[in-house]
């Protein structure tokens, strides 16, 4: 189970993954100027005769030479390796790009990757660690809010492909996920709010309370208050590795995590790429809290609630216009093959609660009509 711990301004705690082992264990230490000082606990936490540390280049330009720095100053040798930004970037190509880059550069099976920046490079850089050299270490430092509150924790990895996203990957836990708030000041507005809504699902979800708080502290959020933010991140952290702890491989207790996912999914696919993936999974809460009211599973109002938090967080809660039944229809058929001819979506019973149980799983299994009179009316 994670353990918190608050001390002054630092958090820290840590996620054991079943089977519970000390080697199993790691910590996330969210801490302002964590950037500046990550060559200590990266010497400490990941030791290794070289890291490759792998951004964005809009992450790098800002961030990569701090963080180079930082290493240095520990006496740990270093090298930036760049992807241009973008989810489409998160490819097999891009992948196969950075894995012979630092080939040719040397590094050996004595190294590690640090992978700096949002979900992408955190996805990317975490399934070049997983199989380089069959697999090296891997240290998280994540600069989008997304990145910081869901997923550089957890250990899942990898890459989209034509068919649909994160197809390909691997399970790869990281050493050590260092969090440093103060990155945020430079995170565009759409990413800010893109990040709350996996934070407004762990409330969703888990905990009434806190997804209250949120609606009540959005102006926080925006004025990118870094008592909240740090109050915010250490919270969603806590929620996700709470998670994680019980079910590493998405057997069966995880499947919670994946409310709104599925149709956020279908929704990211269908828009190109040209909404965030924050921003899909926000109307794929709205619309999954619909088809839970309308399957007499949810309780009637819930979606009317999130709709409205939703909607104050600056997030979509509808699919885009051009979303026909059909084009949504098809897009689910992905899905439906990952998960052994069935769509299955998470429900909430209520806020802070979801439908299931470990003898009946916690993800079920809505006819297709339902789905369709629920969203497209
Ligand atoms: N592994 C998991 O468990 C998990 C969970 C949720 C989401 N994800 C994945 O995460 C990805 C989305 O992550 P994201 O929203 O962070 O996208 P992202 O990594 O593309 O980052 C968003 C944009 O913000 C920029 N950016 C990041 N930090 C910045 C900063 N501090 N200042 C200025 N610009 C900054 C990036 O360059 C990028 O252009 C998706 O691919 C999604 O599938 C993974």
Redesign the pocket.
């Known amino acids: 189970m994670p353990m918190g711990d608050q001390q002054k301004d630092v958090y820290r705690t840590t996620v054991t993954v079943p089977p519970s082992t000390a080697a199993r264990s790691y910590e996330v230490i969210v801490r302002s100027d964590l950037l500046d000082q990550a060559g200590e606990p990266i010497a400490d936490l990941c030791p290794a005769h070289r890291y490759a540390v792998i951004a964005?280049t809009?992450?790098a330009d800002?961030y990569g030479k701090r963080l180079l720095e930082a290493l240095a100053a520990a006496k740990l040798e270093a090298s930036l390796f760049r992807f241009p930004?973008?989810?489409w970037n998160?490819s097999r190509q891009v992948w196969g790009e950075l894995c012979d880059t630092i080939l040719r550069a040397g590094f050996g099976r004595d190294s590690a990757v640090i992978a700096l920046?949002?979900?992408?490079?955190?996805?990317l850089a975490g399934f070049v660690a997983a199989t380089y050299m069959r697999g090296v270490p891997v240290v998280q430092v994540p600069?989008?809010l997304?990145?910081m509150l869901?997923?550089s924790v957890?250990g899942?990895?990898g890459l989209d492909t034509p068919m649909g996203?994160?197809l390909i990957g691997a399970f790869h836990q990281p050493a050590v996920v260092l969090v440093d708030p103060e990155?945020?000041k430079?995170?565009?507005l759409p990413?800010l709010a893109?990040g709350l809504s996996?934070a407004i699902k762990h409330g969703l979800i888990l905990d009434a309370d806190y997804f209250e708080e949120i609606a009540g502290r959005l102006p926080a959020v925006f004025d990118r208050d870094s008592e909240y933010l740090l109050r915010l991140i250490f919270r969603s952290v806590e929620l996700k590795a709470g998670v994680v702890s019980r079910d590493e491989r998405e057997r069966g207790y995880r499947t919670v995590l994946n409310f709104g996912h599925t149709v956020g999914h279908a929704l990211e696919t269908l828009s190109g790429y040209g909404w965030?993936?924050?921003e899909a999974v926000a109307a794929g809460l709205v619309a999954e809290a619909r088809i839970g009211e309308a399957a007499g599973v949810t309780a009637a109002g819930t979606a009317q609630r999130v709709q409205e938090v939703l909607e104050a967080a600056r997030l979509p809660v509808e699919p885009e216009a051009d979303v026909t039944a059909d084009r949504f229809f098809r897009a689910l058929e992905v899905d439906k093959k990952r998960k052994g001819g069935s769509v299955r979506y998470t429900l909430l019973t209520r806020i802070g609660e979801v439908a299931g149980s470990s003898g009946s799983g916690w993800s079920k299994e809505v006819p297709e009509e339902l789905v369709r009179r629920a969203l497209f009316g």
Request: proline share 3%.
């Open positions: 964005d809009q992450v800002l930004a973008g989810e998160k920046g949002g979900g992408v490079a955190g996805d600069t989008s997304l990145a869901d997923s957890g899942k990895t996203k994160n990155t945020l430079t995170l565009p990413q893109a996996e965030l993936h924050g």
